[in-house]
Every structure is written in structure tokens, then in C-alpha cells.
């Protein structure tokens, strides 16, 4: 069981405040066990709410949004100290409008004179580092997926040999090879069906949209509607057919611009199944050329301080640095949740599966440069040296630094499938206390609340957060919303900020506590992920509180309430 299972929070307080002094005036608890009562929104959100929803207060704007107004009110007048947040990502647009203003920059550092100043190790890392690189400025962005690695070096170890040519020594071994080998085979044939489908879905919505196209040079309108259609009288049989069929879409409610928009998302989807294909690629080696033993733990000073990557290709980590950190108050395009920050960027995700030395190192750069919360959403399903990444977090918290993981993007229960990283070696119990993982959230208070696509888990995913169509920073001064647990950690990421900034004296520890405990109780069934399917359309309705730990929503106004509260205590 995860320490935190058995450990409600008034249990918590008592242990709390038994280490603090008894001459303390009184001061009362605010109470966070009394679910929130509302009507779901029902009217469309205007441009503005879409953007900010995630801001949004439950109460007041019926959207399950953090109460950041309020937040931001409950701290007027009160003192913050600047907290470092690491985004150990795939890198950070450093010279974005909205991040600029909010970068950590290493003091003990020399721009441009391409010496170690500070003696760590990495030369001019004034913002971060790019592990995902080499002395000489290279940089990569695609690598093979883990599963593609561990199939790789079993076939070079085992090639064609069969069960009884295996010595008894290197049986396990090839038994569990053989199980990779064969997922790794269906997965690729699955991908390559879904990519021809989604082809042909392109090939037929390409054929419709030429249909509008021909019956409007038909009609000579510009919008079309099922009166218009009835008034045409058309000669030949192929506009017979095209009217017949524009009639049945508009009759259904449907619109060219809803076919554009469906043509245009498939198009971006198919795009990306084709992309999430070169992890599969046996023969894909940027990272070995890079120079560095990928499996030596102690070879550590590698890559360069291109701590941005490639502006064409990365967008995920300048996304999850804005949803932290944009500057609030410049009236550009975003807003993060937390107003005192400095975002460190550590360079360790690339386009494919990151590796467990980049991710163990990557977390002691950021730890040992100051970073109080390291915010990790990326993750994979297998971790041959997570053992290097396990000491790297348990570094982590006896520095009192806090973990804020993504909890996976497949509609999983990872109590069941494993994840990395994670916080747990058998996935029943902590190993550390300063990781806290996040599943994702909708706006939707209703049973749509949790995101379709998030992982869960009673036991390994402790709290949800906002994650869906979440607005933020992507590179080249631009901005778009994007979907994930991914934008759920950077979210939560900024509320731990702010508790940190204005409460310096709560713990890592105490801080993710805080989160758990102070978040909005949830009481109503909602639609479990990934039980959405072509026979059962509806999905599975199970209860909220089974689907985390805390069974609770983020919430930045309650948190700083409880922050407030304890901070006064331990004083």
C-alpha cells in the first residue's frame, strides 16, 4: 500500500503537528472532505474560458478548473521566495515571449566563455542542460522506443537460435525476449493497419470534400443548406449522386467545416502515427553516435547546452514549461499557473522512449543546481537500468526535492501495468515520499470528468489534474492547446510552486500531502478510460474515488488554505 493510502489527512495533522510547539495559538483546520455541489456547465465556453478553463473555480464558474483567482486573492499581500522548477523534457524554447522573462539562470555561470565555471561538469550551462547531445554541438531528436532496444539486443544475442538450442543459464532470458519479440511484431502490424485506415478515412473524406466543392460551383453559393440542395435541378447522374449525399451529411447536422476539421485532424493523427514509427526501427542509431556509454551510469559528462532542441520538431517540453510559468502578467498569449518561478530546462526526452541514464542524471542536474520541484511527464513501459533512475529519486527526496510525474496517456490501470518512472518497485509501495503522479482531467463536473485517454490507479496515480485542450506555449512565439497527463503534471507542477514560493518552510513531503489532501472530493461515478469501445460506446461507470488514491481534483485555492495552515503551525 502506498504510504498516503492509510494516512487521511486527519491522521496526518495530528502526526504533524506533534513535532510542533504547543504554545501555538489555536488555529482552525479548513475542511476539504465535503464534496462540491453544482450544475454542470452547459452553455459553450467563449474563446477566453476555453483557453484559461483550467484557472477556472468550480463554484463560481461551473467548470472543474483549480480556483486560481482565488488562489492568487488568498495570497495578496504575503511574501514569496523564487522557487526553481526543472522541466525535464525535450527541451524548452528558451526564447519564447511568454518563458523568457522566467528562465533560472546559473549564477555561478559565464555566458559564451566556454569554460566550467562552476565546476559540475557542464560547460556554459546557463539555463539547463541538453543531455541529448555531445561536446561537439550535436544534437538528436528521434530515438528507438524502448521495447525496439530490448528486441534488438536479444536478437543479437539469441538470432535465429530455438528453445532447445538455449543453454539453461539463459533461459529466463530467452523466454521473456520471446515475449517482447512477439509484442513488438503484433504492435508494429497494428500500427501499420491503423495508418491504413486512417489513409483510406483521408481518401474518402478528400472524395467528400470534393463534393462540396463541386455541387457549391454547382449551385453557385458559397454555404450550402438542405433547402438549397432541394431547389437545384441537376442534369446528370453524378450531381444526382453528390446532392443526394451532401443532403444526407447536412440532414445529420453536419457542416463542411466540421468535414474540413474531421479531414484535418485525421491528416495530424496519421502524421503522427507515421513519426511514433521510427521507434520501432531497428536500425535507427543517432544516440549511439553520440559518443557516450549509455550503459555506464558513472560516464556522466556528456551532451551540450542547446537546452531548446530542435524548434521544428519539439514542442512538448516549451508546452509544459508554459503551463507552469508564462509570464502572468505581459499580456502575451499564456498564463502559468505560478507567478515565482525560474524554469530550469534539462534537455532528456527525445522523439521515442528516453533512456534511464539520461532520466537518473538528468534528475541530479537538477537537484544539485537547486531546483526545488522537477516536473517529469514523460514515461514508458519498460526501464532495463531503472535502478539507475529509482537512487536518482530517492536523491531527489533526501534533498527535498519534489517529483511531479505524468501518470501515462494509454487508459491503463498501472496498479496493474507498469509505468516509468515511477515511485514504487513492486507497484504496491513507496520507496520514496517526494513523488506524487498525476492523472488527467476535462472541464466536464459530470461523468466525463476524467480525461479518456489518463492512466489510473488506487494505488500508483495519486491525484487528477487538469490535462485536456489545456492552452500553453509551443516554439517560435507561438501558442495551442494540447491534451495529456502531460499538461496534467506541469499544472499540478505550478500549484506546488506556489505552496512552495510562499511556504518555504513545508517540506517536499508536506507539499505533496498538501495536493492530495486539499483537492475537491469527488462522490459521482465517472466513465473509466479506455472502456470506450464500438460495442460498449458509453463506456464503464466506476466511482472517481476509485481511480486515484486521494480520489480527489487539484485545487489551488484549497492547497494554499491547507499550506497557510500548516506553515503557521510548524512557526
Known amino acids: 500500500m502506498r504510504i498516503l493510502k492509510s494516512l487521511f489527512l486527519s491522521a496526518f495533522v495530528a502526526l504533524f503537528l506533534a513535532s510542533c510547539s504547543s504554545t501555538q495559538k489555536v488555529l482552525t483546520l479548513p475542511n476539504f472532505d465535503a464534496p462540491v455541489s453544482i450544475t454542470p456547465k452547459k452553455q459553450a465556453l467563449t474563446e477566453e474560458e476555453e483557453k484559461f478553463w483550467s484557472h477556472a473555480d468550480l463554484m463560481k464558474d461551473s467548470v472543474a478548473g483549480m480556483s486560481l483567482a482565488k488562489a492568487y486573492q488568498f495570497l495578496e499581500g504575503k511574501k514569496a521566495t523564487p522557487v526553481i522548477v526543472a522541466i525535464a523534457d525535450s527541451g524548452v524554447d528558451i526564447e519564447h515571449e511568454d518563458l523568457k522573462d522566467v528562465l533560472w539562470t546559473n549564477p555561478k555561470e559565464i555566458k559564451g566563455n566556454n569554460l566550467d565555471d562552476d565546476k559540475n ?30 528486441v534488438k539486443k536479444g536478437r543479437e544475442k539469441f538470432g535465429d537460435k530455438k528453445a532447445e538450442d538455449i543453454s539453461e543459464n539463459d533461459k529466463a532470458a530467452f523466454e521473456a525476449y520471446q515475449k517482447l519479440e512477439e509484442e513488438y511484431r503484433l504492435t508494429i502490424s497494428q500500427k501499420e493497419f491503423e495508418i491504413q485506415d486512417m489513409e483510406q478515412t483521408q481518401n474518402n473524406l478528400e472524395r467528400l470534400k470534393a463534393v462540396f466543392e463541386d455541387v457549391r460551383k454547382f449551385a453557385g453559393k458559397e454555404k450550402l443548406r438542405v433547402s438549397d440542395l432541394d431547389s437545384l435541378k441537376p442534369t446528370s447522374l453524378l450531381m444526382i449522386t453528390q446532392i443526394e449525399t451532401l443532403k444526407k451529411i447536412l440532414e445529420n447536422g453536419a457542416t463542411e467545416d466540421d468535414l474540413i476539421k474531421y479531414l484535418n485532424d485525421v491528416k495530424e493523427y496519421k502524421t503522427e502515427l507515421v513519426k511514433a514509427m521510427k521507434g520501432y526501427d531497428l536500425d535507427l542509431n543517432d544516440r549511439a553516435n553520440l559518443g557516450d556509454n549509455l550503459y555506464d551510469i558513472n560516464d556522466k559528462f556528456y551532451g551540450n547546452n542547446n537546452v531548446i532542441g530542435d524548434k521544428d520538431l519539439e514542442n512538448h517540453g516549451t508546452h509544459v514549461a508554459g503551463i507552469v510559468a508564462a509570464s502572468r502578467d505581459n499580456n502575451k498569449g499564456a498564463k502559468g499557473v505560478a507567478n515565482t518561478v525560474k524554469i530550469m530546462t534539462v534537455r532528456v526526452v527525445p522523439d521515442g522512449d528516453e533512456h534511464d541514464k539520461d532520466v537518473a542524471l538528468g534528475i541530479r542536474y537538477a537537484v544539485d543546481n537547486g531546483a526545488k520541484i522537477i516536473n517529469t511527464s514523460f514515461g514508458k513501459r519498460f526501464s532495463p537500468n531503472k535502478e539507475w533512475v529509482f537512487d536518482a529519486i530517492t536523491y531527489a527526496a533526501k534533498n527535498d526535492v519534489l517529483i511531479v510525474n505524468a501518470a501515462g496517456n494509454d487508459g491503463k490501470d498501472i496498479d496493474i501495468r507498469e509505468t516509468y518512472p515511477n515511485d514504487s518497485k513492486d507497484l504496491k509501495t513507496e520507496f520514496a515520499d517526494n513523488v506524487i503522479t498525476i492523472g488527467a482531467s476535462s472541464l466536464f463536473y459530470n461523468e466525463e470528468l476524467v480525461a479518456d485517454f489518463s492512466n489510473y490507479g488506487k494505488i500508483n496515480v495519486d491525484v487528477f489534474a487538469p490535462g485536456v485542450d489545456i492552452y500553453s506555449t509551443v516554439p517560435k512565439n507561438e501558442y495551442e492547446p494540447l491534451s495529456g497527463t502531460s499538461m496534467a503534471a506541469p499544472s499540478t507542477s505550478g500549484v506546488a510552486a506556489l505552496i512552495r514560493s510562499y511556504y518555504p518552510n513545508l517540506t517536499a513531503k508536506e507539499v505533496k500531502y498538501i495536493l492530495m489532501n486539499s483537492g475537491v472530493k469527488i462522490d459521482f461515478k465517472v466513465i473509466k478510460p479506455g472502456s470506450q469501445t464500438e460495442e460498449n460506446p458509453a463506456g464503464d461507470l466506476v466511482p472517481f474515488a476509485d481511480l486515484s488514491v486521494s480520489g480527489r481534483l487539484v485545487n489551488a485555492y484549497n492547497a494554499l488554505q491547507l499550506a497557510d495552515y500548516l506553515s503557521r503551525k510548524k512557526q
Open 121 to 150: 561538469g557542464y560547460i556554459d550551462d546557463i539555463h539547463g542542460w541538453n543531455f541529448l547531445g555531445n561536446a561537439a554541438g550535436k544534437i538528436i531528436n528521434a530515438d528507438q522506443l524502448e521495447i525496439t532496444r530490448l
